[in-house]
């Protein structure tokens, strides 16, 4: 008569297949194109953590790449559809970088308003740090797009550059209303002291 198996043997057996399975997955040496990315992420991480504290640098080397891609857009006479589209993601990075984390419109915090409240700085919704890294990136990434004619699309540029003059200005003056209305600043230059006998008290909307 044929052997019966036990499903108890059969469990095991199946069991051992799949530790055998993960322990070979273990086994496996990554590839040198696996090695070289996580090695170039790596530095590039600990680059990005050391530049945190250095403000100033960072900035002047933003600004270098952004004169150095408006350089070479003005050689090569084109790619206008694309200094566009960057001067938007810039533009929508900065307005994140002026207004506050928690919106006052809606159930905003308490301002601090006596001398005896703690000093909270000014929260951002766009941290500096994420506000400088985004555009960098963005300029870097329209200046590599500037190689390929594919993105390369006929647009008269007069125009384009008036709307987005116009699109900034109203931007801006929408923005300069939310800070005269909620009275905050973008910007914590240290402790702020208070009149006394004042309380705390919410936004008012």
């Given at each position: 008569s044929p052997a019966v198996i036990e499903p108890e043997v059969l469990a095991g057996h199946e069991h051992g297949g799949r530790a055998f399975s993960r322990m070979k997955a273990f086994d496996e040496k990554p590839t040198v194109a696996e090695v070289v990315?996580?090695?170039?992420?790596q530095k590039l991480q600990q680059l990005l953590d050391r530049s945190t504290v250095h403000i100033l640098p960072r900035w002047l080397?933003?600004?270098?790449?952004?004169?150095?891609?408006?350089?070479?857009?003005?050689?090569?006479?084109?790619?206008?559809?694309?200094?566009?589209?960057l001067g938007i993601f810039l533009l929508n990075?900065?307005?994140?970088?002026?207004?506050?984390?928690?919106?006052?419109?809606g159930d905003g915090p308490l301002l601090p308003t006596s001398t005896g409240d703690n000093f909270k700085p000014f929260s951002r919704r766009v941290p500096e740090f994420k506000f400088w890294y985004t555009s960098i990136k963005g300029v870097c990434t329209a200046f590599f797009m500037t190689f390929f004619s594919i993105f390369d699309v006929p647009v008269f540029w007069p125009i384009l550059l008036v709307y987005f003059f116009a699109l900034f200005f109203l931007t801006m003056k929408r923005q300069i209303k939310h800070m005269i209305k909620h009275e905050y600043v973008p910007w914590s230059w240290g402790k702020k002291s208070y009149a006394p006998g004042r309380q705390v008290h919410k936004i008012r909307k």
């Open positions: 990315s996580s090695g170039i992420a080397g933003f600004a270098v790449c952004l004169a150095l891609y408006g350089l070479r857009v003005y050689i090569i006479q084109g790619w206008f559809i694309v200094t566009y589209g990075n900065f307005i994140g970088f002026l207004s506050p984390q928690i919106d006052p419109d």
